[in-house]
């Protein structure tokens, strides 16, 4: 019972040095330093962070200061905790799936027009780069997306999901960090459009998937960039006859 009254006064000793540090509260600082231990060691989605008694003893803080850390962490989406496994740096890494909060715009017409207007100013460009930077395995493995999202057109399936995975891979070829946080507007796109279109535009989009996929594997920036503007400018077109309709 001693020695647990002394490790718990230890704990507390160790807690108010910490928090002189600076004006933050304790558990955001050790979020802090949590999240500078995932990117020094430059850990990748997926990988475990060491278990709730190695963090506490590593920082200088008690196991329960941990515990919030890590919850805090959890609602940036920067870590998940799995049950039973322990806790893991999260595939969202800090992103969040709705980062303008446009699941709350009522109109969803005029939502999938302003969306693609701003698609139009930004994934063009973001083609070309992805045809001038992207690495062998990244082509090849856009090749193999772009080929499951037709098979699963062909075959009358909802392909919403793979499509968003097919325009998430061309913002990583494009070398661009900046631009892969960018992805997360350009997914509500595709879902706002495809809810809306109820999937019309099925051959267009087999058809101009597969044109800037095979740009991008050519090196062809300027090819990319054209496919994409014809790709997004199908979309604009399709949603304006709906508007007018409506």
């Known amino acids: 019972m001693a020695l647990e009254e002394t490790f718990e006064v230890g704990e507390m000793d160790r807690e108010q040095t910490f928090e002189l540090y600076n004006g933050k509260p304790l558990a955001e600082q050790v979020a802090d330093h949590i999240v500078n231990y995932i990117v020094e060691n430059e850990m990748e989605a997926g990988a475990k962070l060491p278990n709730e008694f190695e963090l506490a003893e590593r920082i200088g803080v008690g196991r329960s200061t941990v515990r919030e850390a890590i919850k805090i962490l959890v609602s940036r989406n920067i870590v998940e905790i799995r049950r039973g496994a322990g806790t ?41 780069m992805a045809a001038e930077h992207a690495t062998k395995e990244q082509v090849e493995a856009l090749l193999r997306q772009c080929d499951k999202v037709e098979e699963m057109i062909r075959q009358g ?90």
């Not at 009522?106 to 701003?118: C, G, R, S």
């Not at 044109?211 to 994409?228: Q, T, V």
Request: charged share 25%.
């Open 157 to 246: 399936l909802n392909h919403m999901e793979e499509d968003i995975v097919f325009h998430r891979m061309i913002a990583s070829c494009s070398g661009n960090v900046v631009v892969e946080k960018l992805v997360p507007v350009i997914n509500s796109s595709i879902a706002v459009f495809v809810d809306i279109t109820n999937g019309k535009l099925r051959q267009e989009t087999i058809e101009t998937h597969r044109e800037i996929a095979e740009a991008i594997a050519r090196g062809d920036g300027d090819g990319a960039k054209c496919s994409m503007n014809m790709h997004l400018l199908y979309n604009r077109r399709a949603i304006q006859k709906i508007y007018e309709q409506n």
């Open 88 to 128: 893991f740096v999260s595939e969202q890494k800090g992103m969040v799936e709705d980062p303008l909060g446009l699941t709350f715009v009522k109109d969803k017409t005029n939502l999938a027009m302003d969306l693609l207007n701003v698609r139009l100013m930004l994934e063009p460009e973001i083609a070309r």
